[in-house]
């Protein structure tokens, strides 16, 4: 995490600088590529308000397509030696494309800075604005190659499955029933990694929903032999339901899983969410709104997406059976529940006098330590 916030900083400072160096320069559109294995990826850019531009950060392109590569390997062959031919180079670079040649610290080549410029440009200006941005590329690699060291661990722990899922009951009080079991996830590992910092790791180099969904079918493959018709329900993140991996998983998932929207970060477009939640429920899912009351779990999560279930954070419930305006506010969420058809669930339930106050205001499904921790499936294998 650490280094992500380090990445996202100096980011920030480079954006700051390819502003400076379009305005004073007169681009229209500016970037930093770095260059790797015959293709160039566009790592931060700057574009004059109202210039049509269909470049976007992150954008991968083969460098013999990109005339701002070409211009830069034009002006510097030596510095591009190996990664373009003479052929691909060409005997000229367009005029409105200009180019130069980005080196770290070290002198090693790690791509071009230029653009789009409909006027002559100093050259000797973009080259000193180049040289200024040695040590950011410097920590720019330095995250990279970490990023590249967490995905690796990440897909050891996919591919081997150094995991295991648990379950813990949802109960219907009035019936003793389960109603579903919430799987969870626990790691085999001798080291003190924990899941939500796993998880966080794999956020911030882009395999959260690759993560996230082994979890998910780690849980599936794991759920049978409870002898009872109880459904299950996994946690995804947003980040997770707006992926393709979770369009994909969409189409092979059977009827009646239940999703658990997890508070892992803000709701970024609730129209979209919305149309993901959308097509779950018509392919037989049913949402969640985990931890409700809690981090960036919110009233407009209930109203915008309208979950089956609603689960209140076990912080809200540790108090139930002591205070009265905790209970009057679980009065309050079960008369909406009841009206609008929701199924409240409240967390962390953990002493019978939570539970009786629970029971007072009409409260029927439950979760918590006093009534089911979580385990493994009878007879299931870990690792």
Same mark, same amino acid.
């Given at each position: 995490?650490?280094?992500?916030?380090?990445?996202?900083?100096? $980011?920030?400072?480079?954006?700051?600088?390819?502003?400076?160096?379009?305005?004073?320069?007169?681009?229209?559109?500016?970037?930093?590529?770095?260059?790797?294995?015959?293709?160039?990826?566009?790592?931060?850019?700057?574009?004059?308000?109202?210039?049509?531009?269909?470049?976007?950060?992150? &954008?991968?392109?083969?460098?013999?397509?990109?005339?701002?590569?070409? %211009?830069?390997?034009?002006?510097?062959? %030596?510095?591009?030696?190996?990664?373009?031919? &003479? %052929?691909?180079?060409?005997?000229?670079?367009?005029?409105?494309?200009?180019?130069?040649?980005?080196?770290?610290?070290?002198?090693?080549?790690?791509?071009?800075?230029?653009?789009?410029?409909? %006027?002559?440009? *100093?050259?000797?200006? +973009?080259?000193?604005?180049?040289?200024?941005?040695?040590?950011?590329? *410097?920590?720019?690699?330095?995250?990279?190659?970490?990023?590249?060291?967490?995905?690796?661990?990440?897909?050891?722990?996919?591919?081997?499955?150094?995991?295991?899922?648990?379950?813990?009951?949802?109960?219907?009080?009035?019936?003793?029933?389960?109603?579903? $079991?919430?799987?969870?996830?626990?790691? *085999?590992? #001798?080291?003190?990694?924990?899941?939500?910092?796993?998880?966080?790791?794999?956020?911030?180099?882009?395999?959260?929903?690759?993560?996230?969904?082994?979890?998910?079918?780690?849980?599936?493959? =794991?759920?049978?032999?409870?002898?009872?018709?109880?459904? +299950?329900?996994?946690?995804?993140?947003?980040? #997770?339901?707006?992926?393709?991996?979770?369009?994909?998983?969409? #189409?092979?998932?059977?009827?009646?899983?239940?999703?658990?929207?997890?508070?892992? !970060?803000?709701?970024?477009?609730?129209?979209?969410?919305?149309?993901?939640?959308?097509?779950?429920?018509?392919?037989?899912?049913?949402?969640?709104?985990?931890?409700?009351?809690?981090?960036? #779990?919110?009233?407009?999560?209930?109203?915008?997406?309208?979950? *089956?279930?609603?689960?209140?954070?076990?912080?809200?419930?540790? $108090?139930?059976?002591?205070?009265?305006?905790?209970?009057?506010?679980?009065?309050?969420?079960?008369?909406?529940?009841?009206?609008?058809?929701?199924?409240?669930?409240? !967390?962390?339930?953990?002493?019978? &006098?939570?539970?009786? =106050?629970?029971?007072?205001?009409?409260?029927?499904?439950?979760?918590?330590?006093?009534?089911?921790?979580?385990?493994?499936?009878?007879?299931?294998?870990?690792?």
């Amino acid at each position: 995490m650490r280094n992500a916030q380090v990445a996202e900083g100096v $980011r920030a400072q480079i954006d700051l600088h390819l502003d400076r160096v379009r305005r004073r320069l007169g681009f229209d559109v500016v970037f930093v590529a770095r260059v790797a294995g015959g293709e160039r990826r566009i790592e931060a850019m700057s574009a004059a308000p109202g210039f049509p531009t269909d470049h976007r950060v992150g &954008e991968v392109r083969a460098l013999r397509d990109c005339p701002v590569v070409l %211009a830069a390997a034009l002006r510097d062959p %030596a510095a591009f030696a190996g990664q373009i031919s &003479e %052929a691909d180079a060409g005997p000229d670079a367009p005029d409105a494309v200009v180019g130069v040649a980005l080196h770290a610290s070290n002198g090693s080549l790690f791509g071009a800075l230029g653009g789009i410029v409909s %006027a002559p440009v *100093d050259m000797a200006a +973009i080259t000193t604005a180049a040289a200024a941005m040695a040590v950011s590329l *410097d920590l720019l690699h330095d995250h990279a190659v970490a990023a590249q060291r967490v995905r690796g661990l990440l897909h050891e722990v996919i591919r081997e499955r150094r995991f295991y899922p648990v379950f813990q009951p949802v109960i219907d009080v009035a019936t003793g029933d389960v109603i579903y $079991r919430e799987g969870l996830t626990r790691l *085999d590992t #001798t080291d003190d990694t924990s899941v939500p910092q796993l998880l966080a790791a794999a956020h911030s180099v882009g395999m959260g929903p690759a993560l996230e969904l082994a979890f998910a079918r780690a849980i599936i493959d =794991a759920d049978e032999g409870w002898g009872d018709n109880a459904g +299950i329900a996994v946690n995804l993140s947003e980040t #997770t339901l707006h992926s393709a991996e979770f369009d994909r998983f969409l #189409t092979q998932v059977e009827p009646g899983l239940t999703v658990e929207l997890t508070e892992y !970060e803000p709701v970024r477009d609730y129209r979209a969410l919305a149309g993901v939640v959308a097509r779950m429920r018509a392919a037989g899912l049913s949402l969640a709104i985990d931890d409700a009351g809690a981090g960036y #779990t919110s009233l407009r999560h209930i109203l915008d997406l309208k979950p *089956d279930v609603l689960k209140m954070d076990a912080q809200l419930s540790t $108090r139930v059976d002591t205070d009265p305006e905790a209970i009057a506010l679980f009065r309050a969420l079960q008369t909406y529940c009841d009206e609008t058809g929701t199924v409240l669930v409240i !967390e962390g339930v953990e002493r019978h &006098e939570q539970l009786v =106050a629970l029971q007072s205001v009409g409260v029927r499904y439950v979760q918590g330590f006093h009534l089911g921790e979580p385990e493994p499936r009878l007879g299931a294998q870990r690792g």
